[in-house]
T-cell receptor, first 112, second 114 residues
Framework: GQQVMQIPQYQHVQEGEDFTTYCNSSTTLSNIQWYKQRPGGHPVFLIQ?????EVKKQKRLTFQFGEAKKNSSLHITATQTTDVGTYFC????????????FGTGTRLLVSP | EAQVTQNPRYLITVTGKKLTVTCSQNMNHEYMSWYRQDPGLGLRQIYYSMNVEVTDKGDVPEGYKVSRKEKRNFPLILESPSPNQTSLYFC?????????????FGPGTRLTVT
């Protein structure tokens, strides 16, 4: 079945270091969404990318959608302790937009 | 305040005892979904609903039921819970199909089945 994998599963950085998580789909995606889940919290929508090769920025966060629309990345510049959490990518199921397939997630820990 | 609410937030139950987790949204969203979250597996969609009385299976529907009798409510029913349904459950809603629009998630329900 359709799978969306993320690497790494876990990363521990010092505050100020950069961080990147990669998302790889087994199928081509029409779009990709990114969510952040703080410890003990619920997923919160960050952004959606639609076009091949698209790059979007939100302050220190840079999101990319691959040319083949099968992969994506989230890069955080100069991490802060507020960036702690698990980051998930998600894409529409290949059967239609009613279903969403989430990636396995990358847990980020930031030490001060 | 726009929100998705779930109840209860925590539940410990025994195998076979029927339970219902309620979900309600105040944003007049058409689309609602239930997910379960397990370590290393991310979030997996259990059921979704496109409108009142319209529901369909997600990726892991076995052992669950849903209903959508009102637009704002989307309860999740476990008729005979088993230990492998111990998980963290999230309800979510969106204005448009989930694959094309942001979802708003509830706070989660942590369920333990012994």
């Amino acid at each position: 079945g359709q799978q969306v994998m993320q690497i790494p599963q876990y990363q521990h950085v010092q505050e100020g270091e950069d961080f990147t998580t990669y998302c790889n789909s087994s199928t081509t995606l029409s779009n990709i969404q990114w969510y952040k889940q703080r410890p003990g919290g619920h997923p919160v929508f960050l952004i959606q990318l639609v076009k091949s090769g698209e790059v979007k920025k939100q302050k220190r966060l840079t999101f990319q959608f691959g040319e083949a629309k099968k992969n994506s990345s989230l890069h955080i510049t100069a991490t802060q302790t507020t960036d702690v959490g698990t980051y998930f990518c998600a894409g529409p199921h290949n059967t239609g937009f009613q279903k969403l397939v989430f990636g396995t997630g990358t847990r980020l820990l930031v030490s001060p | 305040e726009a929100q998705v609410t779930q109840n209860p937030r925590y539940l410990i139950t025994v195998t076979g005892k029927k339970l219902t987790v309620t979900c309600s949204q105040n944003m007049n969203h058409e689309y609602m979904s239930w997910y379960r979250q397990d370590p290393g597996l991310g979030l997996r969609q259990i059921y979704y609903s496109m409108n009142v009385e319209v529901t369909d299976k997600g990726d892991v529907p076995e052992g669950y039921k849903v209903s959508r009798k009102e637009k704002r409510n989307f309860p999740l029913i476990l008729e005979s819970p088993s230990p492998n349904q111990t998980s963290l459950y999230f309800c979510a809603s969106s204005l448009n199909p989930v694959g094309s629009y942001e979802q708003y998630f509830g706070p989660g329900t942590r369920l333990t089945v012994t």
